[in-house]
């Protein structure tokens, strides 16, 4: 397998889509370093799992990834752990509400912070690690980065800045290392909230092939852009079963 030994770090790996990547990427061979802020039962429990299921080398790092010395430290840790860095998954994510005329300052540093300047700082700091092992970056966007979502301005625009940020980078760091994304369109319904724009069969019926998607469609897609597409870079694949054509 192309991807056995290699490593990789996924930020927000936990649960949810970054736990999904995680094991798309052990049954793939991989080595992982596992970054989670709060989720240490859930994040120890994946780690057990992936060594049971895979015999996957897996430590976990957690970290606020709003705090500025969280980026560097762990990429540090990483290569602390393992001694090189083929990859990085920028997966952490916020998704909260912020109604226009009621946004606060603190909305939009604590969604900057995770959404642009994580990634950013995440990727400056893993890039001479990964010019040495031709590796690559797959950040995690969203559809509504470029269809904004109503009561979520913060976090769409957030979203829509890292795929500015997904081009500039693979601009800066090419030809050695290659950038994209991945934007999910509904893979899982958020936790504990109503869809902001439907109910969730009528959201369902907004897309061209009416089902909701898998966490595994985008681990899939993130695999892919890891590992088998030598010649993509600055591109943003779109993973919504056709949910952009509505």
Not at 30 to 54: D, G, I, P
Not at 129 to 140: D, F, P, Q, W, Y
Not at 199 to 209: K, M, S, V
Request: net charge negative.
């Amino acid at each position: 397998m192309k991807a056995t030994g290699k490593v990789v770090l996924i930020t927000g790996a936990a649960r949810r889509v970054g736990a999904a990547i995680a094991r798309q990427l052990a049954a793939e061979g991989c080595q992982l370093a596992l970054h989670y802020k709060r989720s240490a039962a859930e994040a120890e429990a994946l780690v057990q799992e992936l060594r049971m299921q895979y015999g996957t080398e897996a430590f976990l790092i957690a970290g606020d990834l709003s705090e500025a010395e969280t980026p560097a430290r762990l990429i540090d840790a990483t290569i602390e752990y393992f001694g090189h860095l083929d990859g990085l998954v920028n997966n952490a994510s916020l998704y909260s509400p912020a109604p226009f005329g009621e946004i606060t300052s603190d909305d939009w540093a604590a969604m900057e912070a995770v959404h642009l300047r994580a990634p950013l700082f995440l990727t400056q700091a893993a890039a001479p690690h990964l010019r040495k092992s031709g590796g690559a970056v797959v950040n995690i966007g969203d559809i509504h980065a470029e269809i904004p979502l109503r009561g979520y301005l913060p976090y769409s625009v957030t979203k829509a800045g890292l795929l500015a940020l997904t081009r500039a980078l693979a601009k800066e760091l090419g030809p050695e290392i290659r950038v994209n994304s991945v934007s999910p369109g509904v893979v899982l319904w958020a936790e504990d909230k109503d869809p902001p724009d439907g109910d969730q069969q009528g959201l369902i019926e907004r897309n061209a092939l009416k089902r909701v998607g898998s966490p595994q469609d985008i681990a899939g897609a993130v695999a892919y852009l890891l590992f088998d597409a030598p010649y993509v870079t600055g591109h943003n694949l779109v993973v919504d079963g056709g949910r952009m054509l509505y």
